[in-house]
């Protein structure tokens, strides 16, 4: 999908001159020009729907937020700090939304200076990701804020220290689920598919081949693929099978339930009474 409307691309074509229009559309921009010369308009199809999926999916999501909010707000049912929280994160929604787009747009960019072959900008799949996760963790926080019931336990020096690392470790897998947006931006995961060395070497001769270096860590796929192995190792299959996509799928997903039972934790230990 190479376009993007709130309401009218909620209806996917019909008729085969429908799709063709749809195909032909896709044929101006560079993925097709430079990746895909060719596809048939089955395999088009086949993205199409991936995508047409997903901004759908998008939308249950928004409207899954944003009516029972009206609702609650209309019956009275929401205290005043609540409705700036619930403003926020339907606020964030559909940010969540415009990022999106944003981010799609960069993939069909021309970039005649460029050697590379088309991709959204791994910047704005970073910001995606990561405006998704912070809706998540903010919703997630939010409801066992409201949930859970406090408990009745004193405030120790090891307990604090319990709270300090539970913050740490939240910060580090939100930090390392974030780098595997880079990851995936720039296809490090193809890069080197051998561990723990990567080829030859424990550390790579390109590791910091971009000037100036802080470039490196944000534009360098062997920078990029080098800090997500060392933040954690749980997509090790991953990477020496090459990616397939459902397994990446499935490394997703476990930082996601990993980053959930660290909030789960946090929110635990922010309850004991001070």
Request: aromatic letters at 12%; one cysteine or more; charged letters at 20%.
């Amino acid at each position: 999908m190479v376009d993007w409307h709130l309401v009218k691309e909620m209806k996917p074509p019909r008729t085969q001159q429908e799709w063709e229009a749809e195909f032909q559309k896709y044929q101006q921009f560079p993925e097709f020009k430079i990746l895909n010369r060719d596809m048939t308009l089955t395999e088009f199809k086949f993205i199409w729907y991936m995508e047409y999926s997903h901004r759908m999916w998008g939308r249950v999501v928004g409207l899954a937020y944003i009516l029972p909010a009206a609702y609650f707000w209309r019956k009275g049912w929401l205290s005043r700090p609540m409705k700036g929280r619930v403003l926020a994160l339907c606020g964030l929604v559909c940010f969540q939304g415009l990022l999106g787009w944003y981010m799609v747009k960069s993939g069909l960019e021309e970039k005649p200076d460029s050697y590379d072959i088309p991709r959204v900008s791994q910047y704005r799949l970073a910001a995606h990701l990561g405006s998704a996760l912070v809706l998540y963790s903010a919703s997630l926080w939010m409801g066992l804020s409201l949930l859970l019931p406090r408990h009745q336990l004193h405030e120790t020096r090891q307990l604090l220290q319990l709270r300090h690392f539970a913050h740490g470790a939240t910060a580090l897998i939100f930090l390392t689920a974030l780098s595997g947006a880079f990851v995936a931006g720039l296809d490090a995961g193809l890069v080197y598919n051998s561990f723990p060395k990567m080829g030859e070497r424990w550390i790579p001769d390109d590791l910091l081949a971009f000037s100036p270096t802080l470039r490196n860590i944000f534009e360098n796929p062997t920078t990029v693929q080098f800090d997500h192995r060392i933040l954690v190792a749980l997509g090790i299959s991953t990477l020496l099978l090459y990616v397939p996509t459902p397994l990446a799928a499935t490394h997703q997903s476990g930082s996601l339930a990993l980053l959930s039972v660290a909030l789960w934790l946090m929110s635990e230990l922010r309850r004991l009474p001070k």
